[in-house]
């Protein structure tokens, strides 16, 4: 009998070694309780719940402690996990996101008002910004320039750039850059209403021109010519945009427009959302550097929506009346779509019910996507 319960104790207790109890650390806690908040504020807050429901549920999947060696883990040679976040550490998820944007993106309000460019440029300089702050705090100069891409508030900018730069640090980066594009709504609002005057903001911009169909499908060959000659190294991306864009404008695709704003992109935000999540295991997520560039990236963001809504301040200095541009759209060069153009709508009608923004906003939010995709490639022409 005594054989017997010593038996049963030892496998017992050996059984006990690969539950998660017996591997479960304080790291694991915070993080699946950083899950948790996520899933809340996606669906008791709507924030961003495409991409925070599946990164919030990939966090509490990364984040159930094994046995090392059992081939579970995302980081685990041979695993299942490992196998889908080949998509990420590669960057060919977000090629693919930018399909499905391209696919389901209407270019006409930066068409018909190509100045509008200028404010989705000058919002770049959150960008340049974390690049300078990062370096300040001792990282190296290819990890600063993974980590700077978050002021562009771009998630699938964010994974590309650092799966090339600096893999070590992309699931930090990358949940800092959704985390952001989640807190829009609550980062940006404080800001324009700060900088902006209220006779600014109830300026009233001109009806946008009607875009022909022609201009529609020459801008998406005439936009990845111009960007790619001068900056090869976003071809990924922006070759996937404006092919995309064409497939929507052309008029004779459009069971492959449907496909790529459809099935396709819900697939990659998937697959994309629920793997970064689960990179954030806790043994090599909580970090230092983690909690570094956290913070580099609400500077960044705050840099790039003030640059946008001062620049569009200065550029009003130059325009005569009839053609100022209401610098509360100034926040939309931020590409975060629509929800930063969203942003500048819900603050233009608290001031003005009968003033919507939303239209002329999404010129420059168009454009800050196509300047983010720009940036990378220039800092990984640098620094690749």
């Known amino acids: 009998m005594s054989e017997f319960w010593s038996f049963l104790v030892e496998h017992l207790e050996l059984f006990f070694t690969y539950t998660a109890f017996a591997n479960f650390t304080i790291g694991h806690a915070v993080m699946i309780l950083i899950g948790l908040v996520f899933i809340y504020l996606a669906i008791f807050k709507e924030y961003e719940p495409m991409l925070l429901v599946p990164i919030g549920f990939g966090i509490l999947?990364?984040?159930?402690?094994?046995?090392?060696?059992?081939?579970?883990?995302?980081?685990?040679?041979?695993?299942v996990l490992n196998y889908l976040y080949f998509g990420v550490m590669k960057g060919i998820y977000p090629p693919l996101i930018f399909l499905g944007i391209g696919a389901m993106t209407d270019f006409s309000a930066l068409i018909s008002n190509p100045k509008l460019m200028l404010i989705g440029a000058a919002a770049q300089f959150g960008i340049f910004g974390a690049y300078i702050a990062a370096l300040a705090l001792g990282f190296l100069p290819e990890q600063a320039g993974a980590i700077a891409i978050i002021g562009g508030a771009d998630g699938p900018t964010a994974i590309f750039l650092s799966s090339k730069l600096a893999p070590e640090l992309m699931g930090a980066i990358?949940?800092?850059?959704?985390?952001?594009?989640?807190?829009?709504?609550?980062?940006?609002?404080?800001?324009?209403?700060?900088?902006?005057?209220?006779?600014?903001?109830?300026?009233?911009?001109?009806?946008?021109?009607?875009?022909?169909?022609?201009?529609?499908?020459?801008?998406p060959i005439v936009g990845l010519l111009l960007t790619t000659f001068i900056v090869p190294s976003g071809l990924p991306l922006l070759g996937m945009l404006f092919f995309g864009n064409l497939?929507?404008?052309?008029?004779?695709?459009?069971?492959?427009?449907?496909?790529?704003?459809?099935?396709?992109?819900?697939?990659?935000?998937?697959?994309?959302?629920?793997?970064?999540?689960?990179?954030?295991?806790?043994?090599?997520?909580?970090?230092?550097?983690?909690?570094?560039?956290?913070?580099?990236?609400?500077?960044?963001?705050?840099?790039?929506?003030?640059?946008?809504?001062?620049?569009?301040?200065?550029?009003?200095?130059?325009?005569?009346?009839?053609?100022?541009?209401?610098?509360?759209?100034?926040?939309?060069?931020?590409?975060?779509?629509?929800?930063?153009?969203?942003?500048?709508?819900?603050?233009?009608?608290?001031?003005?019910?009968?003033?919507?923004?939303?239209?002329?906003?999404?010129?420059?939010?168009?454009?800050?996507?196509?300047?983010?995709?720009?940036?990378?490639?220039?800092?990984?022409s640098f620094l690749g």
Not at 317 to 327: A, D, H, Q, R, V
Request: net charge positive; hydrophobic share 45%.
């Open 174 to 219: 990358a949940i800092s850059a959704y985390s952001y594009m989640a807190l829009v709504p609550v980062i940006q609002p404080p800001i324009m209403r700060l900088l902006t005057t209220s006779k600014e903001r109830l300026i009233r911009m001109k009806p946008p021109r009607v875009v022909s169909r022609n201009e529609k499908i020459m801008f």
């Open 61 to 79: 999947i990364g984040n159930v402690p094994f046995f090392p060696g059992l081939q579970i883990g995302i980081y685990e040679e041979g695993s």
């Open 247 to 380: 497939l929507k404008e052309s008029g004779v695709t459009k069971r492959l427009a449907d496909t790529a704003k459809g099935s396709l992109i819900d697939i990659v935000t998937i697959l994309i959302g629920l793997t970064v999540g689960a990179s954030t295991q806790a043994t090599t997520f909580l970090t230092g550097k983690s909690i570094g560039i956290f913070a580099i990236g609400a500077i960044s963001f705050v840099i790039a929506t003030t640059a946008g809504v001062l620049f569009t301040k200065f550029f009003n200095l130059f325009l005569k009346e009839g053609n100022k541009i209401n610098p509360l759209i100034g926040n939309s060069g931020v590409s975060a779509v629509p929800d930063s153009a969203r942003v500048s709508q819900v603050v233009g009608l608290e001031y003005d019910k009968t003033n919507h923004l939303l239209m002329h906003a999404m010129g420059p939010n168009v454009a800050g996507v196509i300047g983010s995709a720009i940036a990378a490639g220039v800092l990984l």
